[in-house]
């Protein structure tokens, strides 16, 4: 039975890994274990050591407290929070063609959209 916290942290970990464009089997290679290990941390299966933790989080460049960030223990479940949207691989897609966009028109297609959720 998987504990939530593993959860998060392996959710944290696929986030990180989507956002910076590297695949299981890559990060896999960078920390020196295999990808089946990587699925496992992620899904939350299996408990990522302290050790491993610290070469995830240099290999994806993030703090240790990155994946930890957002676990609150009075967390309603259901309640849709930045890390649960980032966990969705279209998400991930869309902030990064977001950042695609040159400036100028990316904060008129940020003004739309805003002006577009506030009509809804």
């Keep these: 039975m998987k504990h939530p916290v593993d959860a998060h942290?392996?959710?944290?970990?696929?986030?990180?890994?989507w956002t910076v464009g590297m695949t299981q089997q890559q990060l896999a290679d960078k920390v020196g274990i295999k990808f089946?290990?990587?699925?496992?941390?992620?899904?939350?299966?299996?408990?990522?050591?302290?050790?491993?933790?610290?070469?995830?989080?240099?290999?994806?460049?993030?703090?240790?407290s990155f994946f930890f960030e957002g676990l609150a223990e009075d967390r309603v479940p259901g309640d849709l929070v930045m890390g649960d949207m980032m966990a969705d691989k279209e998400a991930v897609q869309l902030v990064r063609s977001f950042y695609?966009?040159?400036?100028?028109?990316?904060?008129r297609l940020f003004d739309l959209a805003r002006v577009l959720s506030d009509a809804a």
Excluded at 9 to 17: A, D, F, L, M, Y
Excluded at 100 to 107: G, L, M
């Design 9 to 17: 942290v392996g959710k944290r970990i696929r986030h990180r890994r």
């Design 36 to 64: 089946q290990q990587i699925q496992k941390y992620e899904t939350g299966m299996n408990r990522v050591s302290a050790s491993r933790l610290w070469d995830v989080a240099d290999t994806l460049g993030v703090s240790i």
């Design 100 to 107: 695609a966009i040159p400036e100028a028109q990316r904060r």
